[in-house]
């Protein structure tokens, strides 16, 4: 008997979706456009051009979205957006509380922190929401087309799993997800699997779309499929991350040396199991829904939802809008270590006169400025020349603020120079101590941040 990946393969259109329902032409658009934007977000953060240099990940994101949707559409009748407007808006939905949800095991692990964020107000808060909406189903749609490529064709083995499996699979669950919270410079990894273990019985057991199910009749197609997925998305996040304003920056404990892009090489490997996990999760999600669900194929297997389903299922979206909305509040002040600042504010102690004149030449950022040294220099007077390159080159280090560049002077650090050749079990304890007594910033000093800095002013490339 196939398990449910292997009917899913029996399908060949979508459910409910004739051909004549998305017209080829809007499709075709929304390909054209898709990619377009993704070009000309790449193209306007390398000459910082706002608003793609301030918000590269949302605007790639989105772009590569509506790009792919529409192929599908367009190649196979399968899209999301213009075919079933009201998945996918489930799918950027749940996107947003899943990696909220993530952004609490962080104020554990403390494995990354993000830098150059808009100021705080609404748009800060509702870009967090419209960034975080776009990883189901950028990895979804990824892996869709994967399906539809028949990439790979077929991944079967002799090797099955017993149902009796199912039990070891919850205490596997249990002992990864608890061993983070307990050590978690030691097992942060088991955070990108825990779920993996914990629902995929669950969702055997009740009858949703299910890996263990395919494995038990050794049927590994779909889950080679989202690894890969991840593994693709994974290197395109960071692709979008690294020259963009508003980034995050690792801070893994043992692997602050060596990286590609942001992440260290073996972070990468964390990529896969996550869109696996991610797939688990909103297959478990999805139990509430009954017939509903993102996969077209995998809508007949699943029953019409009780009343006391819906109820549940709305009760489950207001608690999880609300640990949301915690969560935020508990990434400004843990996660966020620096937002995005004007010339004039991030020069204001040096010279506003100079920061103004700056800024009337059409310079909005540091590293624009930087870029532009050589004209720069020439409507910058003498005597601030090389104070104000010293701070915008701090400021711009992983885009850590003017805040943090004053800290480090304050320490003194003025250059990235003399910041190289820093030891972070020194310079730590002496920035708490400078903070303190000057109250610069209102956040917390986190130690693997200061490491971050310091092998940030030793890098030369992409690659580290």
């Not at 919270?181 to 629902?199: H, K």
Request: include cysteine; glycine fraction near 6%; hydrophobic fraction near 50%.
């Amino acid at each position: 008997m196939p398990g449910p990946c292997l009917q899913e393969e029996a399908g060949t259109t979508v459910s409910g979706v004739n051909d004549g329902m998305i017209p080829r032409v809007i499709s075709k658009l929304m390909m054209i456009s898709g990619l377009a934007m993704v070009v000309l977000t790449f193209w306007g953060t390398a000459h910082y051009v706002f608003p793609f240099y301030a918000h590269t990940y949302p605007f790639c994101w989105y772009g590569l979205i509506v790009f792919l949707d529409g192929l599908l559409s367009w190649r196979w009748n399968e899209g999301l957006i213009l075919g079933r407007p009201r998945e996918f808006v489930a799918l950027l939905f749940w996107s947003a509380i899943f990696w909220f949800f993530f952004e609490i095991w962080n104020l554990r692990l403390q494995n990354w922190y993000f830098a150059g964020v808009p100021p705080e107000g609404l748009w800060s808060h509702v870009e967090a929401y419209l960034d975080f909406a776009t990883v189901l189903p950028g990895m979804f749609l990824v892996y869709r087309l994967l399906y539809r490529l028949k990439l790979p064709s077929h991944v079967r083995t002799r090797f099955v799993l017993k149902k009796g499996a199912r039990k070891g699979c919850i205490l596997i669950g249990l002992v990864m997800l608890i061993l983070p919270l307990v050590y978690p410079v030691y097992f942060f990894p088991f955070v990108w699997g825990a779920f993996i273990f914990l629902l995929e019985p669950v969702c055997a057991r009740w009858g949703a779309h299910s890996l263990l199910k395919d494995a038990e009749s050794g049927e590994w197609t779909t889950l080679v499929r989202l690894l890969i997925a991840g593994i693709f998305c994974g290197g395109y996040w960071e692709l979008c991350n690294f020259w963009s304003l508003e980034k995050w920056v690792y801070t893994v404990p043992f692997f602050s040396e060596g990286k590609l892009f942001e992440m260290p090489y073996l972070g990468f490997l964390g990529f896969p199991p996550f869109c696996v996990e991610c797939f688990i999760l909103i297959n478990a999600v999805y139990l509430l829904r009954g017939g509903r669900h993102w996969i077209p194929q995998a809508i007949k297997k699943q029953k019409s939802p009780t009343s006391a389903n819906r109820v549940i299922y709305l009760v489950l979206i207001a608690f999880a809008l609300f640990l949301s909305e915690w969560s935020y509040f508990q990434m400004e002040y843990h996660t966020i270590d620096s937002r995005s600042e004007s010339l004039c504010h991030i020069l204001e102690d040096i010279s506003p006169t100079d920061a103004s004149i700056l800024a009337e030449k059409g310079w909005r950022y540091p590293k624009e400025v930087l870029k532009n040294w050589a004209a720069a220099t020439e409507l910058i007077r003498v005597p601030f020349r090389d104070a104000i390159r010293r701070r915008l080159e701090l400021t711009s280090l992983l885009h850590m603020g003017s805040l943090n560049a004053r800290l480090l002077e304050k320490a003194g650090v003025h250059s990235l120079g003399e910041l190289d050749k820093q030891h972070p079990d020194e310079l730590f304890p002496e920035l708490v101590r400078i903070n303190q007594a000057l109250r610069l910033r209102k956040t917390p000093l986190v130690k693997r941040r200061i490491v971050a800095w310091i092998e940030g002013a030793k890098r030369k490339s992409v690659i580290y």
